[in-house]
Nanobody, 124 residues
Framework: QVQLVESGGGSVQPGGSLELSCAASGSIREINDMGWYRQVPGKQRELVASITSKLVSKYTDSVMGRFTISRDNAKKMVYLKMTSLKPEDTAVYYC??????????????????WGEGTLVTVSS
């Protein structure tokens, strides 16, 4: 069983900061790309930021310069530091990972795994 668990969501005023964390657990052999997506009701889930196993990151234009994605490969964790938050950043944020895992004697994957999401609300 492989899973991702997010933490760190909450409510913050415009201009404030939050940091999201995501921990991967289970019989994981290797994690390739990791990322953060967000979704608001009635809209498609969108990629916010992603980071490769070599620590190459990319961001959607709307968060460039305000959000920073990082990861700790040894701990199997990915983080999203969010600053200068705006009301339009309000969404459920989901952690995503592309990984290979052990199942008995076999190595399976790549498998795309999602966390359950954590709500970020930016409001005065």
């Amino acid at each position: 069983q492989v899973q991702l668990v997010e933490s760190g969501g909450g409510s913050v005023q415009p201009g404030g900061s939050l940091e999201l964390s995501c921990a991967a657990s289970g019989s994981i052999r290797e994690i390739n790309d990791m990322g953060w997506y967000r979704q608001v009701p009635g809209k498609q889930r969108e990629l916010v930021a992603s980071i490769t196993s070599k620590l190459v990151s990319k961001y959607t234009d709307s968060v460039m310069g305000r959000f920073t994605i990082s990861r700790d490969n040894a701990k199997k964790m990915v983080y999203l530091k969010m600053t200068s938050l705006k009301p339009e950043d309000t969404a459920v944020y989901y952690c995503n990972a592309d990984l290979e895992y052990f199942s008995g004697h076999y190595i399976l994957g790549p498998l795309e795994v999602w966390g359950e999401g954590t709500l970020v609300t930016v409001s005065s």
